[in-house]
């Protein structure tokens, strides 16, 4: 038992600060509070278990009250067990083999050679002597545009029979440091990949590592990693089982998983002449008329034997009816030797006497044959490495309108500048971008590229606005982008869910769009952008991305205010910044910026970001079991918010403030277990929720009987906690809010258990399971199976 109870200590504590397992963590964390308190031990209010030491401590104190207490221990027994499932709340679903991934691309139909790698991977899996208890991995290393993406993913694909827990690709967009993705944002999706539910996912990196291992620990899986910029990206990466194989793409040597980890490394080289003329005939197919063989060979070896100036190349042929092979062995003969279609020299890159590089060959002569209009679309959209580049992104990036956006995209997919990898959204080779790029700022200068970036930037803002918007419709808001918004008058209940879901799905363009906006020194399109993505974070989480953003947002913000911009930005950006801090567990962090922003809002006289610094603050105590400072720092937020005078920024937003300052007092009170006081404040809260205008806010008001429920269970008043609950459950359920609807159930059940009414418990689990299975969320859903059939045993 004594393992077992520390173990509970250690997951509730850590998760503590960083809100892991949602509700049900936040009231696991709370009940270890009131444990503690019970034992007596050293008198005074305890305090959140930090250090091995202290968590030690605490667990000790537990055992030796649960020895001299029947009670106590049943007590104790129960909190160990609710506290389980939140150290494995998405294992089980991976063990059920709830999520097989798919995410290998599709592989291409005009692969040629390569048989000796998918020969070697063959020999590797076979070959008893490498490393036990860990998985295969092939390391496939050469230059740009060598193929090594297409390699790896037709290996995968030939070999996927044997690993029947499906795949998981990523393209971890290691050309430079700059744009290479951080393991934690690779961690994120993979984990949603395996079943893991997007709001329950680790904040910090290094628990994200953890469930990631778990989660593939007993899976056979093929993981393939392309475009890795080093080993620092990729052995967070690696999956725990030996039974996995991952392919690993890289132009750099990755020493440290060959010699840490077994990695067998294969160097991919040119395609042989032979090998070239088959896979450009492949691409050019049958429809063109027949060349002389010398010809043929004379363009295969202007390619250099390098797959993607082949793909390129062919591409050309393949669609323009009247390129003639004749012209395109010339043009790429001339380029070879610096010479233009008129004869006259060319500018090389690089030193004088170094060899053509094949790939920029090609794609010069395909750059050549595009119409003006085409060739300025290609520049335009290649001016950032935009992630994906999308209708929406492209049109703005070059000044055209959609339809004409998608028109010079399929063009461009059509003769091999980009690759369309999913529905109205393409991809760049990094290589192909690059040569767009250089081309944007020799042709059009950097005024022209910078304009683009904006352009980008400010369609991207207003996407993001407006999802923002619909998503969290009544929170306050800085910045011009959300002025005239509104919501539809018929508006679909599930229009929020389809916004969130619209602003998960552009969650890495929005955020190279902050990362560009700021090199171009687009300062209050920064911290706006940083602003409209507050909503997608607050409930998706993606920390990583969250904390680097909302740095650049914080610089951002205090260049544009000393250049007559919105001096409220600064402290709008900090509180947030220090939300992330909290969801990462990095207090200390959070506290500091929260501090920061106070003193920012008191200086130019903002009181309703002061009062939200302040909340902040109080939100951060109450995680660290600080209830008397939590509420403290509640009262004084409430204070500065009745300070907010008529005409004064956030005036309008005052009533519904004060209503949350009101349940968070209550809340604060409760823990403190001044329950009369508690249930008098939060009964203000709720009324002030239902006196807000549009019929008030159900929702609020749902969370405000969920925390009368938790004051009356704690008081002791079952029947008074069941009253509550059942008015939560009537909120929840006109709220539309289903993830909390499901916790509302499981928490009045738990009332029923307490209560000995086990019929009435099964009634609202299977509603929890119901609620929990409609919304995605595995964990709660095995939670309420496995009490159910213990009911049921």
């Given at each position: 038992?004594?393992?077992?109870?520390?173990?509970?200590?250690?997951?509730?504590?850590?998760?503590?600060?960083?809100?892991?397992?949602?509700?049900?963590?936040?009231?696991?964390?709370?009940?270890?509070?009131?444990?503690?308190?019970?034992?007596?031990?050293?008198?005074?209010?305890?305090?959140?278990?930090?250090?091995?030491?202290?968590?030690?401590?605490?667990?000790?104190?537990?055992?030796?009250?649960?020895?001299?207490?029947?009670?106590?221990?049943?007590?104790?027994?129960?909190?160990?067990?609710?506290?389980?499932?939140?150290?494995?709340?998405?294992?089980?679903?991976?063990?059920?083999?709830?999520?097989?991934?798919?995410?290998?691309?599709?592989?291409?139909?005009?692969?040629?050679?390569?048989?000796?790698?998918?020969?070697?991977?063959?020999?590797?899996?076979?070959?008893?002597?490498?490393?036990?208890?860990?998985?295969?991995?092939?390391?496939?290393?050469?230059?740009?545009?060598?193929?090594?993406?297409?390699?790896?993913?037709?290996?995968?694909?030939?070999?996927?029979?044997?690993?029947?827990?499906?795949a998981l690709f990523a393209d971890l967009r290691g050309a430079s440091a700059g744009t290479a993705l951080a393991p934690s944002d690779v961690l994120a999706r993979f984990l949603e990949r395996l079943g893991?539910?997007?709001?329950?996912?680790?904040?910090?990196?290094?628990?994200?590592?953890?469930?990631?291992?778990?989660?593939?620990?007993?899976?056979?899986?093929?993981?393939?990693?392309?475009?890795?910029?080093?080993?620092?990206?990729?052995?967070?990466?690696?999956?725990?089982?030996?039974?996995?194989?991952?392919?690993?793409?890289?132009?750099?040597?990755?020493?440290?998983?060959?010699?840490?980890?077994?990695?067998?490394?294969?160097?991919?080289?040119?395609?042989?002449?032979?090998?070239?003329?088959?896979?450009?005939?492949?691409?050019?197919?049958?429809?063109?008329?027949?060349?002389?063989?010398?010809?043929?060979?004379?363009?295969?070896?202007?390619?250099?034997?390098?797959?993607?100036?082949?793909?390129?190349?062919?591409?050309?042929?393949?669609?323009?009816?009247?390129?003639?092979?004749?012209?395109?062995?010339?043009?790429?003969?001339?380029?070879?030797?610096?010479?233009?279609?008129?004869?006259?020299?060319?500018?090389?890159?690089?030193?004088?006497?170094?060899?053509?590089?094949?790939?920029?060959?090609?794609?010069?002569?395909?750059?050549?044959?595009?119409?003006?209009?085409?060739?300025?679309?290609?520049?335009?959209?290649?001016?950032?490495?935009?992630?994906?580049?999308?209708?929406?992104?492209?049109?703005?990036?070059?000044?055209?309108?959609?339809?004409?956006?998608?028109?010079?995209?399929?063009?461009?997919?059509?003769?091999?500048?980009?690759?369309?990898?999913?529905?109205?959204?393409?991809?760049?080779?990094?290589?192909?971008?690059?040569?767009?790029?250089?081309?944007?700022?020799?042709?059009?200068?950097?005024?022209?590229?910078?304009?683009?970036?904006?352009?980008?930037?400010?369609?991207?803002?207003?996407?993001?606005?407006?999802?923002?918007?619909?998503?969290?419709?009544?929170?306050?808001?800085?910045?011009?982008?959300?002025?005239?918004?509104?919501?539809?008058?018929?508006?679909?209940?599930?229009?929020?869910?389809?916004?969130?879901?619209?602003?998960?799905?552009?969650?890495?363009?929005?955020?190279?769009?902050?990362?560009?906006?700021?090199?171009?020194?687009?300062?209050?399109?920064?911290?706006?952008?940083?602003?409209?993505?507050?909503?997608?974070?607050?409930?998706?989480?993606?920390?990583?991305?969250?904390?680097?953003?909302?740095?650049?947002?914080?610089?951002?913000?205090?260049?544009?205010?000393?250049?007559?911009?919105?001096?409220?930005?600064?402290?709008?950006?900090?509180?947030?910044?220090?939300?992330?801090?909290?969801?990462?567990?990095?207090?200390?962090?959070?506290?500091?910026?929260?501090?920061?922003?106070?003193?920012?809002?008191?200086?130019?006289?903002?009181?309703?970001?002061?009062?939200?610094?302040?909340?902040?603050?109080?939100?951060?105590?109450?995680?660290?079991?600080?209830?008397?400072?939590?509420?403290?720092?509640?009262?004084?937020?409430?204070?500065?918010?009745?300070?907010?005078?008529?005409?004064?920024?956030?005036?309008?937003?005052?009533?519904?403030?004060?209503?949350?300052?009101?349940?968070?007092?209550?809340?604060?009170?409760?823990?403190?277990?001044?329950?009369?006081?508690?249930?008098?404040?939060?009964?203000?809260?709720?009324?002030?929720?239902?006196?807000?205008?549009?019929?008030?806010?159900?929702?609020?008001?749902?969370?405000?009987?969920?925390?009368?429920?938790?004051?009356?269970?704690?008081?002791?008043?079952?029947?008074?906690?069941?009253?509550?609950?059942?008015?939560?459950?009537?909120?929840?359920?006109?709220?539309?809010?289903?993830?909390?609807?499901?916790?509302?159930?499981?928490?009045?059940?738990?009332?029923?258990?307490?209560?000995?009414?086990?019929?009435?418990?099964?009634?609202?689990?299977?509603?929890?399971?119901?609620?929990?299975?409609?919304?995605?969320?595995?964990?709660?859903?095995?939670?309420?199976?496995?009490?159910?059939?213990?009911?049921?045993?």
């Amino acid at each position: 038992m004594t393992g077992l109870v520390l173990s509970a200590v250690g997951t509730v504590a850590s998760g503590a600060l960083s809100g892991a397992g949602g509700e049900v963590g936040r009231r696991a964390s709370e009940r270890l509070y009131g444990l503690l308190g019970r034992t007596g031990a050293d008198g005074g209010d305890p305090t959140l278990p930090v250090t091995g030491a202290e968590r030690t401590a605490a667990a000790a104190r537990l055992l030796e009250h649960a020895r001299s207490s029947p009670e106590f221990a049943r007590e104790v027994r129960e909190w160990v067990r609710e506290a389980s499932w939140l150290e494995v709340r998405t294992v089980p679903a991976v063990a059920h083999g709830a999520s097989r991934p798919r995410m290998l691309p599709p592989a291409t139909a005009v692969f040629t050679d390569r048989a000796d790698v998918l020969a070697r991977i063959t020999a590797l899996l076979d070959d008893e002597s490498r490393a036990p208890g860990a998985p295969a991995i092939a390391a496939l290393v050469g230059p740009g545009g060598i193929g090594k993406t297409e390699a790896a993913v037709h290996c995968a694909s030939e070999l996927r029979d044997r690993f029947p827990d499906g795949a998981l690709f990523a393209d971890l967009r290691g050309a430079s440091a700059g744009t290479a993705l951080a393991p934690s944002d690779v961690l994120a999706r993979f984990l949603e990949r395996l079943g893991v539910p997007p709001a329950m996912v680790p904040g910090d990196e290094a628990r994200q590592r953890d469930l990631y291992r778990d989660c593939t620990a007993d899976r056979s899986l093929i993981v393939v990693l392309d475009n890795a910029h080093g080993d620092a990206q990729v052995v967070p990466l690696l999956p725990a089982s030996p039974g996995s194989l991952v392919l690993v793409t890289s132009r750099h040597r990755l020493g440290r998983l060959v010699a840490g980890h077994g990695a067998r490394s294969y160097s991919l080289g040119p395609l042989s002449t032979e090998d070239s003329i088959s896979l450009m005939r492949r691409i050019v197919g049958d429809t063109r008329r027949a060349a002389p063989d010398a010809v043929v060979r004379a363009v295969a070896e202007g390619t250099g034997g390098i797959p993607l100036a082949v793909c390129t190349t062919g591409a050309g042929l393949a669609v323009r009816e009247h390129l003639s092979w004749e012209r395109v062995a010339r043009q790429l003969s001339d380029r070879i030797h610096g010479h233009d279609q008129e004869g006259g020299a060319m500018r090389r890159q690089g030193p004088d006497d170094a060899p053509a590089d094949p790939v920029r060959v090609s794609q010069d002569a395909a750059y050549a044959e595009l119409d003006p209009d085409c060739a300025a679309f290609y520049r335009a959209i290649a001016v950032w490495a935009w992630p994906t580049v999308t209708v929406r992104c492209a049109a703005h990036a070059a000044g055209v309108g959609e339809e004409d956006a998608r028109r010079l995209l399929e063009q461009l997919a059509r003769v091999h500048l980009l690759e369309e990898v999913g529905e109205e959204r393409y991809r760049f080779h990094d290589l192909t971008r690059a040569h767009a790029r250089e081309l944007a700022v020799a042709e059009d200068g950097h005024v022209h590229v910078a304009a683009a970036v904006r352009r980008v930037a400010v369609a991207e803002l207003r996407f993001a606005a407006a999802a923002d918007f619909r998503v969290l419709p009544l929170r306050w808001r800085l910045g011009p982008a959300f002025q005239g918004l509104t919501l539809p008058a018929n508006r679909d209940p599930a229009d929020g869910r389809h916004a969130l879901a619209g602003l998960r799905r552009e969650r890495e363009n929005l955020a190279a769009v902050v990362r560009a906006a700021a090199h171009h020194g687009f300062n209050d399109l920064v911290w706006q952008l940083c602003e409209a993505l507050w909503g997608l974070h607050l409930l998706l989480g993606f920390h990583a991305q969250w904390i680097d953003t909302h740095l650049l947002g914080v610089e951002a913000a205090r260049r544009d205010a000393a250049e007559f911009g919105d001096p409220r930005a600064v402290g709008r950006m900090l509180t947030q910044l220090a939300f992330a801090y909290m969801q990462v567990g990095r207090a200390a962090e959070a506290e500091d910026a929260l501090g920061r922003a106070r003193e920012a809002d008191r200086d130019c006289g903002h009181r309703r970001g002061e009062a939200t610094a302040v909340e902040a603050l109080g939100l951060l105590r109450l995680k660290q079991w600080e209830f008397a400072e939590a509420q403290r720092c509640f009262e004084e937020a409430r204070e500065i918010t009745a300070g907010i005078g008529p005409g004064e920024a956030g005036r309008e937003d005052v009533p519904r403030a004060t209503a949350l300052l009101e349940h968070h007092i209550g809340r604060a009170l409760a823990k403190q277990r001044d329950f009369p006081a508690a249930v008098a404040r939060l009964h203000d809260a709720l009324a002030r929720f239902r006196r807000l205008p549009d019929g008030g806010d159900t929702y609020n008001a749902g969370r405000v009987y969920m925390s009368l429920a938790e004051a009356h269970l704690d008081a002791g008043e079952l029947d008074l906690a069941g009253v509550c609950l059942d008015e939560a459950v009537t909120a929840m359920t006109g709220a539309g809010a289903a993830r909390q609807l499901a916790d509302t159930f499981e928490m009045r059940a738990s009332c029923h258990r307490r209560s000995g009414r086990p019929a009435a418990e099964a009634t609202d689990l299977r509603a929890a399971a119901a609620a929990y299975e409609d919304g995605g969320d595995r964990s709660g859903l095995d939670r309420v199976r496995e009490r159910l059939a213990e009911l049921e045993a």
